[in-house]
């Protein structure tokens, strides 16, 4: 293997096929279906996750970035069996509905105008539960959900998303119109007719229409009644914050919250040896205490940057010195820079 696999010539090493110079991407780096991630957790933080699952409250995860927070609901899903773990980035236009589901329109018009005017028989073609909207409505077992930098969110984000969880259900509006589109009118009426002679509720008398099956964020299809999907198990659900921002009482009484701190030598020690399998050698614990040394000094830094120069630099031939040197201040540069 060659450092320079990129010479900016414009000319290839080698006839054909140059990019299977490409090396594998380290272990941090790989997603395999099955892979446990590797998450240096501690007591207190493994205290914290016990309490939101036994309390069925999600868990509200604060830290600088790179801590491992989004890192940690894998590790949790895993340890549970709860499947893929469904994820929602968070940005400052993102709304709840944006987690539910998504009712593509236009799409639902233009397949009508193709079909010589004719509307689809069902809008279920064209919805798709977000990752929320997913784990609400799998019937199988929990699903873990994460949340991602949920401090970007506007304001009232966060009210809306525990209001949903609290009652464990939300509607699709394009579904309860298809289903009041499938009752035939003479049904629906016998049925209001019949309610009025017993002096039933609505709810009661009006005909049931057939389930919908959509299309789940993980690709699998759900069976939604009605129109409304209703949770069969409540999700596990993390939230993560880079600290940005302040919730309001009201949503912080609903979570369980914890921080996740700036590892310390050890903890950084042994998520490197977890990495690497093949212990810390004298030149990765110097700059593991160096990286230390400068977090403690107020410098951001993420732990997948020393993962990077360990990787790349730190007890290594394969680089020159001075090309080690201008790595390292590459891959350490602060990220509040």
């Not at 509905?97 to 689809?120: H, K």
């Not at 799998?138 to 949920?150: F, S, Y």
């Not at 949903?164 to 009118?185: C, K, N, W």
């Not at 107020?298 to 040197?325: S, Y």
Request: glycine fraction near 8%; hydrophobic fraction near 40%.
């Amino acid at each position: 293997m060659v450092w320079e696999i990129f010479t900016a010539s414009g000319r290839s090493r080698v006839p054909e096929e140059a990019w299977r110079a490409l090396p594998e991407p380290p272990p941090w780096r790989r997603r395999a279906p099955g892979m446990v991630p590797v998450f240096v957790s501690t007591e207190k933080v493994n205290n914290a996750v016990n309490a939101a699952l036994h309390l069925r409250r999600p868990l509200l995860l604060t830290g600088p970035p790179g801590s491992g927070k989004s890192t940690l609901v894998d590790l949790i899903a895993s340890e549970l069996q709860l499947g893929v773990v469904l994820r929602w980035h968070v940005t400052s236009k993102s709304t709840l509905e944006d987690g539910l589901f998504d009712y593509d329109a236009l799409g639902r018009l233009n397949a009508s105008q193709l079909d010589e005017g004719r509307t689809p028989n069902s809008a279920e073609s064209f919805v798709t539960l977000g990752p929320l909207g997913t784990a609400l409505a799998d019937e199988k077992h929990p699903r873990a959900v994460l949340i991602d930098e949920i401090d970007k969110s506007d304001l009232d984000l966060p009210g809306d998303l525990l209001d949903v969880l609290e009652r464990g259900e939300f509607s699709l509006p394009p579904l309860i119109r298809d289903s009041m589109q499938t009752i035939p009118d003479w049904q629906m009426h016998s049925s209001l007719l019949s309610g009025d002679q017993v002096g039933a509720t609505d709810s009661e008398v009006t005909p049931a229409s057939p389930p919908h099956h959509v299309r789940g964020a993980d690709g699998g299809t759900y069976r939604v009644d009605g129109g409304v999907v209703r949770a069969h198990h409540l999700p596990v659900i993390v939230l993560t914050s880079n600290g940005e921002r302040s919730f309001p009482p009201p949503f912080l009484r609903r979570c369980i919250r914890i921080s996740i701190e700036s590892p310390n030598v050890d903890e950084l020690t042994e998520i490197v040896a977890r990495h690497f399998t093949v212990g810390v050698a004298d030149a990765e614990r110097s700059e593991i205490e160096t990286f230390v040394a400068r977090a403690l000094d107020g410098e951001v830094l993420a732990v997948d940057q020393l993962l990077n120069l360990l990787h790349l630099v730190a007890g290594g031939d394969l680089i020159e010195a001075d090309v080690r040197a201008e790595l390292r201040d590459i891959l350490l540069r602060g990220l509040a820079s």
